[in-house]
T-cell receptor, first 114, second 114 residues
Framework: DTAVSQTPKYLVTQMGNDKSIKCEQNLGHDTMYWYKQDSKKFLKIMFSYNNKELIINETVPNRFSPKSPDKAHLNLHINSLELGDSAVYFC?????????????FGEGSRLTVL | AQSVTQLGSHVSVSEGALVLLRCNYSSSVPPYLFWYVQYPNQGLQLLLKYTSAATLVKGINGFEAEFKKSETSFHLTKPSAHMSDAAEYFCAVSENGSNYQLIWGAGTKLIIKP
């Protein structure tokens, strides 16, 4: 069983479209995250949710909207896609936001905007 | 402000040779330090972490890292490289132990030569 699963794994779309990436974790963790990894492998946190509540929202365009229907799911919706949105998006989870523990990552969703 | 520097975007070693991946950090307080590994087309997974206990930390797959406060370093080593160690390695630092305030290095790609 995959601990943190993301769908789709690959996404190719045109500029201006709207797309969503889904994430689910079966670890019973309270906290989930979205990270963006650019073409140079640089990792940047985008959002963090704790028990369905948004606790951090880094400087991210408001075209990106996370939604957490329950603490096991954190989805990412992106409106009006731009070329610069092309990246690998990773979902991750941890037991708690304040405990320095281990982050568990999904396998990533590679988004290509043409 | 915290920062993490990984020296060398690519490191190439022969199979059986010593692996040394360098990580230096800046932090105004004793930090929490992490090494994560990313195998091709996969998410990141924790190799090891330093959280103010022993300065020599042992991780999975035979890796270890030593926290040296005087040098602000947390270099990752493995005595004998295996082909399966080929991956991208990321160093990360957190000042307050919060998972969502991890600062990531740019990553080092480890190449293993037969």
């Amino acid at each position: 069983d995959t601990a943190v699963s993301q769908t789709p794994k690959y996404l190719v779309t045109q500029m201006g479209n709207d797309k969503s990436i889904k994430c689910e974790q079966n670890l019973g963790h309270d906290t989930m995250y979205w990270y963006k990894q650019d073409s140079k492998k640089f990792l940047k946190i985008m959002f963090s949710y704790n028990n369905k509540e948004l606790i951090i929202n880094e400087t991210v365009p408001n075209r990106f909207s996370p939604k957490s229907p329950d603490k096991a799911h954190l989805n990412l919706h992106i409106n009006s896609l731009e070329l610069g949105d092309s990246a690998v998006y990773f979902c991750a989870s941890s037991q708690d936001v304040s405990e320095t523990g281990e982050l568990f990552f999904g396998e990533g969703s590679r988004l290509t905007v043409l | 402000a915290q920062s993490v520097t990984q020296l060398g975007s690519h490191v190439s070693v022969s199979e059986g040779a010593l692996v040394l991946l360098r990580c230096n950090y800046s932090s105004s307080v004793p930090p929490y330090l992490f090494w994560y590994v990313q195998y091709p087309n996969q998410g990141l997974q924790l190799l090891l972490k330093y959280t103010s206990a022993a300065t020599l930390v042992k991780g999975i797959n035979g890796f270890e890292a030593e926290f040296k406060k005087s040098e602000t370093s947390f270099h990752l080593t493995k005595p004998s490289a295996h082909m399966s160690d080929a991956a991208e390695y990321f160093c990360a630092v957190s000042e307050n132990g919060s998972n969502y305030q991890l600062i990531w290095g740019a990553g080092t790609k480890l190449i293993i030569k037969p």
